[in-house]
């Protein structure tokens, strides 16, 4: 069984940016797409990034993250990082790390594995 640890989120104004990260341990995850979801109040969960185990096709990103959000993950250390700059108060949600077995799956939302979510909220 993986777990997935997220870190990071926190309360931030409008503009300003956040860091978050993902540690997974247990069960390898080498052959595991990953990335990030996020739920926002009130809406149905987002794909935000994420990649396929291998690495290629790069790094898919919902629209509403291209150009702000930037997906990177150290393999040597099992850790994801989402960093997003300029957000805005539609961003506010939880942002949850997840694996599953190919990028197809994860950018529908067919998902194996969820962390357990770290909220973000920006304020105007």
């Known amino acids: 069984q993986a777990q997935l640890v997220e870190s990071g989120g926190g309360s931030v104004q409008a503009g300003g940016s956040l860091r978050l990260s993902c540690v997974a341990s247990?069960?390898?995850?080498?052959?595991?797409?990953m990335g990030w979801f996020r739920r926002a109040p009130g809406k149905e969960r987002e794909f935000v990034a994420g990649?396929?185990?291998?690495?290629?096709?790069?790094?898919y990103y919902g629209d509403f993250a291209k150009g702000r959000f930037t997906f990177s993950r150290d393999t040597s250390k099992n850790t994801l990082f989402l960093q997003m700059n300029d957000l805005n108060v539609d961003d506010t949600a939880v942002y949850f790390c997840v694996a599953t077995g190919t990028i197809a799956d994860l950018r529908r939302g067919s998902i194996d594995y969820w962390g357990q979510g770290t909220q973000v909220t920006v304020s105007s």
């Open positions: 990649v396929a185990w291998h690495g290629g096709g790069g790094i």
């Open positions: 247990g069960e390898d995850l080498s052959r595991h797409a």
